[in-house]
């Protein structure tokens, strides 16, 4: 039983750090996809990021890129999300998932949230301005 679990949410003022981590249980194969997720109120889920655990190739959608990193630590089955310059429109509720089916696929087609059968229960980022 695969079950993952974010920690690191909170509030922070625009312009600050936070750093998201998910940790994997159940699941210990070296080659799959995790990616991080967020919905605001009255949206859409949408895709944060991506990273192939084999190979630690990562992606990032457009409105984060060069202010979010994703990483992963194998030893500790963890994934991390260091988001920095944080501004407002990034207040969401922030999602872990995994894919294990091990499809090969393009970064930019795995971050979409159909591609993912497990979630973690999310943690919140609120960001005021």
């Known amino acids: 039983q695969v079950q993952l679990v974010e920690s690191g949410g909170g509030s922070v003022q625009a312009g600050g750090s936070l750093r998201l981590a998910c940790v994997v249980y159940g699941y210990t194969y070296s080659s799959y996809y995790l990616g991080w997720f967020r919905q605001a109120p009255g949206k859409e889920r949408e895709g944060v990021a991506v990273i192939d655990t084999g190979g630690g190739r990562t992606y990032y959608a457009d409105c984060v890129q060069g202010r979010f990193s994703i990483s992963q630590d194998n030893a500790k089955n963890t994934m991390y999300l260091q988001m920095n310059s944080l501004k407002s429109e990034d207040t969401a509720m922030y999602y872990c998932?995994?894919?294990?089916?091990?499809?090969?696929?393009?970064?930019?087609?795995?971050?979409?949230?159909?591609?993912?059968?497990?979630w973690g229960q999310g943690t919140q980022v609120t960001v005021s301005s």
């Open positions: 998932a995994a894919d294990i089916t091990g499809r090969a696929r393009l970064l930019r087609d795995q971050l979409n949230k159909d591609r993912f059968g497990y």
